[in-house]
Each structure stands twice: as structure tokens, then as C-alpha cells.
């Protein structure tokens, strides 16, 4: 179920269409749709342990009341948070200033210069509280079947 790039992300409202929800890869879409982005956006943070584990507790409980409500995009959505929470604070984790790749204008094409590691302790225990929850979302039984519901109704309504 690719993610289609292609909608007017600007006006159109995912709750009441959710037949438009693609899921995609991984965090694809997480900062477009609406009104989920702006709802959960509010509450994402991983400065600090505390601060992540207040975040993570916070989507996470989004993601069951998503769940209750049989809402799959709200659910998806919040995992993508939490999985993002995940990948970003891993990434300063690992790399203080937060760029994986070094800043060059000599480099051409598609090689690129991976900076050093850095290991910041700090980041990287924010990293495994959102890991954690992530891990959590993803395996969640009542997400697993509105997926398959979701995925089985977008193919249906494919015109392929």
C-alpha cells in the first residue's frame, strides 16, 4: 500500500475520508495528514528520557483511544509518531548534531559522507523508551486486524 504523495494533503480532512489513507512505509505521511498531524504533533519530544517517556505515554494513549474508536489512521498515525520518536532521537543518538551525512558541496550523485558516531547515552535512552512503545503499537493485536481491514478495503476500491 505505497503512500500517495499525490493528494491535496492541505484540504483534505483523513477522518472523514479515511478511504484516501494509504499506509506506505515506515513514517511515510506523518507530518501531512490532517487533522491527525496536528492533534499528536503537540505532544512529540525526546530531548530527554523524561521527556520522551512523558511524550511516548502520551501517543501511546492516543493510539488505544484510536483503537477504541475503531479509528485504524488515527492509530497508524500515532504509531508513525512513535516510531519517528524512535528514529530521530536514535539519529542525535548517534550523531550529535542530529545529520547523519556530511555537508559538502564537492559531493556528487548519491555518495554521500556518513558522519562519525557520537554516542550521546542521553538520546539513546529516549531512543529505547520510544523503541519500547513502538514495538508495542506495531504488535498490538486490535491494530494488526484494522490494518488488514484497511489494507483489504483499499484493495477493493483499487482500480488496479
Known amino acids: 500500500m505505497p503512500f500517495d504523495y499525490s493528494l491535496d494533503f492541505k484540504n483534505i480532512d483523513f477522518r472523514k475520508y479515511p478511504e484516501l489513507y494509504r499506509v506506505g512505509k515506515g513514517e511515510q505521511g506523518v507530518l501531512l495528514v490532517e487533522p491527525y498531524k496536528s492533534e499528536i504533533l503537540p505532544y512529540w519530544r525526546f530531548k530527554t ?10 501517543i501511546y494513549e492516543m493510539f488505544l483511544d484510536s483503537l477504541k474508536q475503531d479509528d485504524f489512521i488515527g492509530a497508524d498515525m500515532a504509531r508513525k509518531f512513535i516510531q519517528m ?4 532521537s536514535r539519529r542525535y543518538a548517534n550523531h550529535k548534531t542530529g ?42 493485536e486490535k491494530y494488526q486486524e484494522l490494518l488488514a481491514k484497511h489494507k483489504q478495503m483499499y484493495e477493493s476500491t483499487s482500480p488496479l
Not at 528520557?49 to 502520551?58: G, V
Request: positive net charge; proline residues 5%; charged residues 40%.
Open 85 to 88: 520518536g524512535y528514529t530521530r
Open 99 to 140: 545529520r547523519k551525512y556530511k555537508q559538502n558541496s564537492e559531493t556528487s550523485g548519491s555518495k554521500k559522507e556518513i558522519l562519525p558516531y557520537e554516542e550521546d547515552p542521553v538520546k539513546a535512552e529516549s531512543a529505547a523508551i520510544f523503541k519500547a512503545k513502538w514495538i508495542q503499537t506495531k504488535t498490538n
Open 49 to 58: 528520557p523524561e521527556i520522551a517517556r512523558e511524550s511516548s505515554e502520551k
